[in-house]
Nanobody, 116 residues
Framework: QVHLAESGGGLVQAGGSLRLSCAAT????????MAWYRQAPGKQRELVAG???????NYADSVKGRFTISRDNAKNTMYLQMNSLKPEDTNVYYC??????????WGQGTQVTVSS
């Protein structure tokens, strides 16, 4: 069983920055992908950024150039540095982990609110 714990959300003014963290604990074997998703009320959950164990990264077009994903494999921790935040970035952000066996885990989510 894998447990994911997000932290770092909060309220920030437009143009500000936040850094999200996701710590993975438990029976962690062969993580292939870690990713950040976000979901607004009444909308589908969307991929924000993902990073593979080999270091390959992809971003949603809406966050390219503003967000940076990284991971510390030794600590099983993933980060999302969010700069130049916009009101439309307001969402609940979720951490996601996929193992080589195909097991998928989700965190409980952390609220990010950007005021205009």
């Amino acid at each position: 069983q894998v447990h994911l714990a997000e932290s770092g959300g909060g309220l920030v003014q437009a143009g500000g920055s936040l850094r999200l963290s996701c710590a993975a604990t438990g029976s962690i074997f062969a993580i292939t992908i870690m990713a950040w998703y976000r979901q607004a009320p009444g909308k589908q959950r969307e991929l924000v950024a993902g990073i593979t164990s080999a270091g390959s990264i992809n971003y949603a077009d809406s966050v390219k150039g503003r967000f940076t994903i990284s991971r510390d494999n030794a600590k099983n921790t993933m980060y999302l540095q969010m700069n130049s935040l916009k009101p439309e970035d307001t969402n609940v952000y979720y951490c996601n982990l996929v193992t080589r066996a195909g097991d998928i885990s989700w965190g409980q989510g952390t609220q990010v609110t950007v005021s205009s």
